[in-house]
């Protein structure tokens, strides 16, 4: 079994900065490509940064240049470094990561609960 627990969300001022984390914990051989995916009210999910084991990243239009991904390999953790927040950028924010499991499994892709963002005044 693999958990993803994300943490840092909360209130925040328009033109503000929040981090969140993400620890991937459990039966972890490696893990692979991880991203931060969020949803807002009436909306789908839409991929808002990933980055590879190699520290490669990519971000969506909508937040380059705001947002900064990062990790550290060592304790399986995803970081997203939000600034100048906006209020669109509300939305409930899920970390998402491809995972090699121990003991011989298979492994496979795995979602966290999520963490609410909140940009409001």
């Known amino acids: 079994q693999v958990q993803l627990v994300e943490s840092g969300g909360g209130l925040v001022q328009p033109g503000g900065s929040l981090t969140l984390s993400c620890a991937a914990s459990?039966?972890?051989?490696?893990?692979?490509?991880m991203r931060w995916y969020r949803q807002a009210p009436g909306k789908q999910r839409e991929l808002v940064a990933g980055?590879?084991?190699?520290?490669?990243?990519n971000y969506s239009d909508s937040v380059k240049g705001r947002f900064t991904i990062s990790r550290d390999n060592a304790i399986n953790t995803v970081y997203l470094q939000m600034s100048s927040l906006k209020p669109d950028d509300t939305a409930i924010y899920y970390c998402?990561?491809?995972?090699?499991?121990?003991?011989?499994?298979?492994?496979?892709?795995?979602w966290g609960q999520g963490t609410q963002v909140t940009v409001s005044s």
């Open positions: 459990g039966s972890i051989f490696r893990v692979n490509d």
């Open positions: 998402n990561a491809d995972v090699q499991t121990s003991g011989g499994g298979l492994g496979g892709n795995y």
């Open positions: 980055v590879t084991r190699t520290y490669g990243t």
